[in-house]
Every structure is written in structure tokens, then in C-alpha cells.
């Protein structure tokens, strides 16, 4: 009996110890997921813009720890920039009503600001997306599917938009990329998104002809379970060197507006002027809304872009991010093309915090040796409003198990080893009643 019940306390301690393994495990893990966006089908000059509602993406209450994508081919092949041009991609959530049909019913859950219109999107780059880090370190994870958020009769979405373009053949294929109006067939100056839409076509060199391409985007989302023991928000708050910001005035019931244009143009500065001199600059400043310690930071820019730089009051860095030139051939150096962005990552060591109500400045560099249409200097800001408490790192928690199962360990053996004895002394088989 004595053996018994030996085994029963092993079998209880090994569940306790196994438990206590599993339930940690899932709840810091980062688990990675890699999804194909539908096929879009590309021929040369082609322009491709469309929405993907319903995309596949990791279920539950989750903290997403990173966004990368890519095109790829059929093969799954990586697609160079210099093939087609990803121009953007965005990702935005949504609420849809449930067992509705068609994209009618649907609420976009829009991150925490700072534009009114559009800009609205959780996760978006565009070609420098194969080397721009997105990932968010421990213990910060932006939160999604929290049930508790998502109303009655509702479910959470994920809608994908694809803005991509097919230069291969094209007369000017930077021009393609910029979407210069000329060479889409519009007749005004200038270009932007507008003259670049949807099966929009640029001008191809005469007489070119090349095959249909089928491609998708290949994105990679990496979570964690979320667990607010372990895990800190951030929110996502996404600012544009076009805003038109009018100032709050309570005294007259006036609420800040910030009216971003997202896109804008770089004169040459003309023929014969010295090299250096040639940098177009636009900044804008405004007040931010919010406090908060910056967790991730990083710049969008196209190409021509020289860096972009985040100020706080009084001229303070807040972060500077650089983009990254190709200089081959291959899908992630394409020559000519911004193939990564720089980030920040502050340390707890050297917090950067932004204050309620701070005067932020955003500068924008673009070389203005030749002239550019259709750019952009975005800002990406992840800010954590609560200060970290003194939570144990993905590293110490693990380290934490045997600390925790020992004690429990022991005292089963000692259990045992005091059963075993008092059953040794008796003489009694039936010892079950000698534990107290
Ligand atoms: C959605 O449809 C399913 C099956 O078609 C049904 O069982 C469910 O009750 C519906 N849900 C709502 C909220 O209408
Ligand atoms: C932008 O260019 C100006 C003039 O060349 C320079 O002083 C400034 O440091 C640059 N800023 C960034 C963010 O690159």
C-alpha cells in the first residue's frame, strides 16, 4: 500500500510540475504564423489596389509582436521591386457583424490617431518592408481580439489593401513608381495615388510585351497568448509630415483636428545648383494629445528620401529613422529603391517619453536633385501609457518554474517519506487513514 500511495504522490507531483510547465509555456511563447494574401494577377504597366476583406490571421485574444510581408510568386519565390513595385500595403481591423455577407457592415477599429482621415491602419509599409524591423520587445504587444472590446453579435476582421505595380517595360519605371499622371494617361501635372489607382495603366516602352504574373503577398504575424500578468499595451499612433493642424481652443469648444494629406511633391532644385545643397525639407509641429514612453519607433519614406527625424519640445530627439538603399539586383537590394527603414528601440535605461500635450516636430529630407511626385514622410509610434511595473522578463519567468516547483517537490518527498515510515512502524496495510 505504502508503494501505492508512493506512486500516487509521484503521479500528483509530476501533473503539478507538468502543469505549471504548459500554462507558462503558452502564455509567453512567440508563436508565428506565415498566411498568403489572395492571388493578384499582374501584367506589365499594370496597377493592382484592392481591398482583401477577411484575410486569414491569428484567432483569440492575442498580442501581435510583429507584421513583415512581402511579394512573392507563385513558387513562393520573393518578387524584386524592380518587377513590381510595392507601393504599400496596410492592415486594418475591423468589426463586422456576423453572418453578414459582403463588407457593408463593417466598423474599421482605428489605431490610436493622430489624422482624422485615413492613416487608419494598425500595421503598413511599403517597399522597404523586407528589411524594417516591426517587432516589439518584451513585455509590450499591441492587443487584439480582446472579447471584452468586440461587440455583441460582431467578430473581429482583418482587411488587407495591396497597392502594387507592374514596371516591368515601363518607359520610366521610377516614374511608374511615383505615379506620375503623364504616364498613366491623365493629362494634369503632378502625381499621387490619384493617377495611380486601381487597373490603372503606366506607359509602356513601344512594342513590349511580357507575360501575366501571379503574386500574393506573404505576411508573417508572430503573438504571444495575451496575459495582462505578463503583458503591457501599446498603442499605435501614426503621424504625417502633410497635417493641417488646427489648434483646440476650449474657450470656444474647439477640438484639435488634424487633417493629414498623406502624400507630397518635391520640386528640383534646378540644374547647376551645388550637390549638397539640394534637400528639399518639410516639417510640421502640433501638440500631442497623449503621454507616454515610446516603445518602437520608425519613418516611412519613399525613394529619394534622405531621413526623416521625430522632435520633441525644445528640439529633443525623439527618434531618427534612415532609410536603407538597395545596391544589387536581388528581391531585398533592388538598386535605387529604400529596401529598409532604420528604427528606434529606446532602452529602460535610456527612456524616451513623450508628455500630455508636448509640442511635437517632424522633419522630412527628401534629395531634391531630380524632382519627386507622390512621397511620403510618415512617423510610426508605438507608446506604452502605463510604466512597467517590475515584471519578471520572458527570460526570468522560465528561469522562475524550478524556483516555484521546487518547494512543492519537496514536500511530496517529505510526504512520502513520512507515509512510507509511519506505514514501515505500524505494520498496517490499510495505511490510507495515517495521513492527517
Ligand atoms: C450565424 O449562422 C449560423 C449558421 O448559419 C447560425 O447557427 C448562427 O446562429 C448565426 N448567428 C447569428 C448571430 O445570426
Ligand atoms: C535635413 O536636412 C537639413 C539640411 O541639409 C539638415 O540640417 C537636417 O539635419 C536634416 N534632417 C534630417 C532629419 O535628416
Not at 503632378?190 to 501575366?212: A, M, W
Not at 498623406?262 to 545648383?273: D, I, K, L, Q, R
Not at 500631442?288 to 525613394?303: M, R
Not at 528640439?315 to 545596391?327: F, T
Request: charged share 20%.
Amino acid at each position: 500500500m505504502a508503494a501505492n500511495l508512493a506512486i500516487i504522490m509521484i503521479t500528483i507531483l509530476f501533473l503539478v510540475i507538468h502543469h505549471q510547465t504548459t500554462t507558462m509555456a503558452a502564455t509567453n511563447v512567440v508563436k508565428t504564423e506565415v498566411f498568403r494574401s489572395p492571388e493578384i494577377v499582374m501584367e506589365p504597366g499594370l496597377v493592382s489596389n484592392k481591398n482583401y476583406f477577411k484575410v486569414d490571421f491569428p484567432g483569440g485574444h492575442i498580442g501581435l509582436k510583429s507584421f513583415n510581408a512581402e511579394l512573392v510568386d507563385e513558387r513562393g519565390d520573393p518578387v524584386p521591386l524592380h518587377q513590381v513595385y510595392l507601393h504599400h500595403w496596410v492592415l486594418n481591423r475591423y468589426f463586422a457583424r456576423r453572418n453578414s455577407s459582403g463588407d457593408n457592415d463593417l466598423s474599421i477599429v482605428r489605431n490610436s490617431g493622430i489624422c482624422e482621415n485615413g492613416l487608419s491602419q494598425y500595421f503598413g509599409v511599403g517597399a522597404e518592408t523586407r528589411r524594417t524591423s516591426t517587432y516589439i520587445p518584451h513585455p509590450y504587444a499591441i492587443q487584439v481580439g480582446d472579447p471584452a472590446t468586440i461587440p455583441e453579435g460582431y467578430e473581429e476582421g482583418w482587411v488587407l489593401n495591396v497597392h502594387a505595380i507592374d514596371t516591368r517595360g515601363a518607359d520610366d519605371k521610377m516614374g511608374c513608381t511615383e505615379c506620375r499622371c503623364d504616364l498613366y494617361g491623365f493629362s494634369e501635372a503632378g502625381g499621387g495615388l490619384h493617377c495611380c489607382p486601381d487597373d490603372g495603366r503606366c506607359r509602356l516602352k513601344q512594342g513590349f510585351h511580357g507575360e501575366n504574373k501571379r503574386i500574393y503577398l506573404r505576411y508573417t504575424v508572430k503573438y504571444v497568448e495575451w496575459d495582462s500578468s505578463s503583458i503591457l499595451p501599446v498603442d499605435i499612433y501614426i503621424l504625417d509630415v502633410t497635417d493641417v493642424w488646427t489648434k483646440a481652443d476650449q474657450s470656444k469648444g474647439i477640438r484639435a483636428t488634424h487633417h493629414c494629406k498623406v502624400e507630397y511633391g518635391v520640386e528640383s532644385c534646378g540644374g547647376g545648383v551645388e550637390k549638397d545643397g539640394c534637400v528639399d525639407t518639410e516639417s510640421v509641429s502640433f501638440s500631442f494629445p497623449v503621454g507616454g514612453e515610446v516603445v518602437y519607433g520608425v519613418g516611412h519614406q519613399h525613394a529619394g528620401g534622405v531621413g526623416t527625424t521625430l522632435y520633441g519640445q525644445g528640439g529633443r530627439p525623439i527618434c531618427s529613422s534612415k532609410p536603407i538603399y538597395g545596391e544589387g539586383n536581388e528581391a531585398g537590394n533592388e538598386v535605387g529603391f529604400i529596401v529598409g527603414m532604420s528604427t528606434c528601440y529606446p532602452t529602460p535605461d535610456a527612456p524616451v517619453k513623450i508628455s500630455v500635450g508636448e509640442t511635437l516636430t517632424l522633419v522630412s529630407n527628401y534629395s531634391s536633385l531630380e524632382s519627386h511626385t507622390g512621397v511620403m514622410a510618415l512617423f510610426y509610434l508605438l507608446l506604452a501609457h502605463t510604466d512597467p511595473k517590475p515584471l519578471p522578463t520572458l527570460a526570468s519567468k522560465f528561469t522562475m518554474v524550478p524556483e516555484f516547483v521546487w518547494p512543492v517537490a519537496l514536500l511530496g518527498l517529505v510526504v512520502i517519506v513520512i507515509v512510507v515510515a509511519w506505514n514501515g512502524r505500524n505494520g498496517n496495510s490499510e495505511g490510507y487513514e495515517a495521513i492527517p
